[in-house]
C-alpha cells in the first residue's frame, strides 16, 4: 500500500487510483457527506469562467468537476496522471478533452491559460512546489490559480473531532463504500499529513503568485486557495531569476520564498 509520506512517488499513487477510478466519484459522495458536491460549486465560483477562456483542470479525475467548469462556455483540458481516471472520465464526459499528464511536467507550453485549478489532488503529488511552479509557467500573465485542498480546521475542538473521524469512522465507511479500502487508508493519511492554510499560502507566494489568499469551507476542513500571475513583467522577470537559482541549487529546490 502506498504510505502517505514524503517519498511517495507518482507511479505509486496513480496505480492506487487506477484501481478505484470507477468508483471514485460515488465513494466520494459518501466519505465527504455530500459535501463533495457544495465544494465543487465553491471552487467553479473561484475559478469564474468565463466563455471562451481555456482553463487547465489537474488531477481532474473522471471529469466532474471539468464538465462544471465547461458549462461556462470555457474551453476545459482535464488532466490527470491516472490512466484509469482519464478513461473513466472520456467514457462519462466525452465532450471534454482528456489529457494524462503529471503535474510536475504540465505537458503545456508557457503562458497557454487564463486559469489553472487543482481540487483535492496537491497533496498526491511529489513535489507540490514543483507542480505549483508549472501551473505558474502555463497560466497566461494576469491568469488566476485556484488550490482547492483539505485543511487543518482552526478551531481546535472541531479539528480534534475531524481527525478522530478520519481515524475511526472513515475507515469503516470506506470499508464498505469502496472495493479498495486500502487506497482510501492512504487518503486519510495524506489529509492528516498535509500543511495547514498559512503553509500552502506561502507556498503559492514562492512559486511566484501575487494577490494570494484563501478561505475556509465546512469549518476549514477544506480550504480554497487563489493566487494571480503577476501582469507587471519586472516581477515576472523576478521570479524566473530566482527559479533559475534555484535550479542551480538542487538542495534548495523544495524551499519556500
Not at 151 to 179: E, N
Request: aromatic content about 8%; charged content about 25%.
Amino acid at each position: 500500500m502506498t504510505r502517505a509520506d514524503l517519498s511517495k512517488k507518482s507511479r505509486d499513487v496513480a496505480a492506487m487510483f487506477d484501481g478505484v477510478a470507477r468508483g471514485y466519484d460515488r465513494t466520494n459522495a459518501v466519505l465527504s457527506v455530500g459535501n463533495a458536491a457544495l465544494w465543487r460549486i465553491q471552487t467553479v465560483k473561484a475559478v469564474a469562467p468565463q466563455p471562451g477562456e481555456r482553463i487547465l483542470d489537474i488531477a481532474a479525475g473522471t471529469g466532474t468537476s471539468s464538465a462544471a467548469l465547461a458549462r461556462s462556455g470555457a474551453r476545459v483540458i482535464a488532466l490527470d496522471f491516472s490512466a484509469g481516471m482519464v478513461e473513466q472520465g472520456r467514457e462519462r464526459h466525452p465532450e471534454l478533452e482528456f489529457v494524462q499528464g503529471d503535474a510536475q511536467q504540465l505537458p503545456f507550453g508557457d503562458d497557454e491559460f487564463d486559469a489553472v485549478t487543482i481540487s483535492f489532488g496537491l497533496r498526491n503529488v511529489e513535489n507540490p512546489h514543483q507542480a505549483l511552479s508549472e501551473m505558474y509557467r502555463v497560466l497566461k500573465p494576469g491568469g488566476r490559480v485556484v488550490v482547492c485542498e483539505f485543511s487543518r480546521p482552526p478551531v481546535g475542538l472541531i479539528r480534534r473531532g475531524y481527525f478522530a473521524y478520519l481515524q475511526r469512522v472513515m475507515p469503516f465507511v470506506a470499508g464498505a463504500a469502496s472495493t479498495n479500502p486500502d487506497a482510501y487508508r492512504y487518503l486519510f493519511e495524506s489529509i492528516a499529513d498535509w500543511p495547514e492554510q498559512a503553509v500552502l499560502s506561502q507556498w503559492l507566494r514562492g512559486a511566484g503568485f501575487t494577490r494570494v489568499a484563501y478561505r475556509n469551507l465546512t469549518a476549514g476542513v477544506v480550504a480554497l486557495h487563489r493566487g494571480r500571475k503577476p501582469l507587471d513583467a519586472a516581477i515576472r522577470a523576478s521570479v524566473a531569476q530566482k527559479r533559475a537559482a534555484r535550479r542551480r541549487t538542487p538542495s534548495s529546490s523544495a524551499a519556500v520564498d
